[in-house]
């Protein structure tokens, strides 16, 4: 992969449409996209996230002003950046203070998460050996194979690096059946670009019958992806899965981790940027005045890094579940990502200021979906001369039943 198609991959939601639509159209309450940013506080910058409904009713509840950007400017100059960030992760939302990456490194989550890989592999327990489906490469006539045809996989997450995680992996050929609440659902562009391949059904943990609909899915599952906090008291973390079903792959893929000190907090990329140091490097690398924070270019840098290093380590589970037998666990979480990203080295400023996003270099594929005709680039990837697959068309939430077309037997 060419770095101008790694790119593009990274950008791939900004250079998608639907019958010629920007993807980031296709939201019900644009206002909720709109009042995620960088504010300025009287000791430094924090970011504000408000995607839903609830999140933007905490930051609102805290600042205690209306949901406009300028009010929510307003009232974020009279807090402490730190204070403002606990105040709205303590209503329920999500929140963090632009840190430097010195300040990161001290801090007890930034140390938690560099004791840790970027991937991390673990057999947390026995399992039956389950081989997977013989590759056939010799045939030059392939142009597309589907490597992953007969694994299932249930995907129980939302917004952008756990769905492509199972976007992807649709792609190359397993049999993905993606689960939600009906309550709050991803808008119909993040599911335009997340959603390719995928069977959509409602599983609500907090109900009986969503409990059920979701135990019968991970029973006959191979692999189970999961980005929402606190599924252990509804009976589906990893090891509470391992336990009644042995031999099955659990990934998850959240921002700061499922077991440190802000396991309990929501987060996404655009956090994980500002919390490590990424965001406050960005906006001096652009020349920013005043310390303004900034987000990459790409807008989604750990989202969709995340993404492919879930399908790593899921594609490795299943080799080694393949060869030895046993329950895996993947995990991956964005600001680790992020810290991983900066670890590979920086720049010096006077070589990238100012530097222009080039323009598209990627092909684009497109196909017929219940929402129009989409368009978004190819995978840029070729395995032994084949190239990877295109996703399929996404589906609409709750359109399909909570169950896998083949059971296993």
Known sequence: MRAAEALD?????????VNGVSPQLLTDDQSLLGLNDFYRTRDGWVFLLSTYPHLRRAVCEVLDCPPTPEAISE????????????????????????????EWARHTVGQHLAARPVIELE?????????????MLADEAIDQWLPLSGVRVVDNTHVIAGPVAGKLLSAFGAEVVHTSRPDRPDALGMLAVTGGGKRNAYADLRTEEGRDSFDRLARSADVVINSYRNVSQFGFDPQQLTDRFPGIITAEVHCW??????????GFDQLACAATGFS?????????EAG?????????????LAAYLVNVGVVAALRRRAQDGGSWRVRVNLARVCMWVRDQGTYPIDQVAQIPMPSPSIPLYSVDSPLGTM????????????????????????????AFRTLRP
């Open 75 to 102: 009232a974020a100059r009279h807090w402490a950046a730190i204070a403002l960030e606990e105040a709205v992760v303590a209503a329920g939302g999500v929140a963090v203070a632009a840190r430097t990456s010195a």
């Open 280 to 288: 406050l490097d960005e906006g001096q690398a652009r020349g920013y």
């Open 123 to 135: 057999r947390i327990g026995d399992g039956p050996l389950r081989p997977l489906t013989p590759l």
């Open 257 to 266: 981790g499922p077991d440190g000190p802000w396991s309990q907090r929501g």
């Open 292 to 304: 303004r924070p900034a987000l990459p270019p790409t807008h989604l840098l750990n989202d969709y």
């Open 375 to 402: 368009t978004e680039p190819v995978i840029p990837l070729t395995f032994s001369g084949h190239r990877a697959p295109t996703p399929a068309a996404p589906a609409l939430l709750g359109t399909a039943p909570a």
């Open 9 to 17: 991959q990274l950008r791939a939601p900004f250079l998608a449409t």
